[in-house]
């Protein structure tokens, strides 16, 4: 696995390639990660601690995902062990064309480092998620902001054939 990520005066989407010559590959293939309950990590530094908000930002997001993205497959994976919702994020991938699955991946609380712990998840969900098992070239994005350029950046990755590519995010 080969991850590249590139920090600027926005925030970047990070690609990652397996690098496998793999035919099974049917659209593209998005990683999302969060923290619905940050207190179990009991980190100082987590500025939007309340549950409830967190949790709607992360199925505001999701469902913009299945809506208004071309990613095909999409993959939550939470580490706090709250338990989300995703019979309704399935129902609704399902209702247009698109997948859904939702990983618990519990990591080592003993990870006092976002950067580690992100890593730990992103490493961990590689290895639960089916949906992902035979993608080539997976995107991963926090869970709780919506990439609104989405479109453009998948068309220029595929026009361009990079290996590797980071793409600003707009907030809203």
Do not use: C
């Not at 080969?2 to 989407?13: A, N």
């Not at 397996?18 to 987590?46: H, M, Q, R, W």
């Not at 003993?110 to 969900?125: M, P, Q, V, W």
Request: charged share 30%; no cysteine; proline share 2%.
């Amino acid at each position: 696995m080969k991850i590249e990520i590139i920090y600027s005066e926005r925030e970047s989407i990070i690609r990652m390639s397996n690098f496998k010559l793999n035919e099974k590959n049917s659209g593209y293939a998005l990683l999302l990660t969060g923290t619905i309950d940050p207190s179990v990590f009991g980190n100082p530094n987590t500025v939007l601690t309340d549950v409830d908000q967190r949790l709607g930002q992360y199925q505001e997001t999701i469902e913009r995902y299945i809506l208004e993205s071309p990613f095909t497959k999409i993959v939550f994976a939470e580490n706090s062990g709250y338990l989300f919702p995703s019979h309704e994020m399935q129902l609704l991938a399902n209702n247009h064309g698109k997948e859904f699955e939702f990983l618990f991946v519990k990591i080592d609380k003993e990870i006092k480092s976002k950067a580690f712990g992100e890593a730990d998840l992103i490493d961990k969900a590689m290895k639960q998620s089916r949906l992902l098992q035979d993608e080539s070239v997976i995107y991963k994005m926090t869970g709780r902001v919506f990439l609104l350029n989405s479109h453009e950046i998948l068309r220029k990755n595929v026009s361009e054939k990079r290996e590797f590519i980071t793409n600003h995010f707009k907030h809203e």
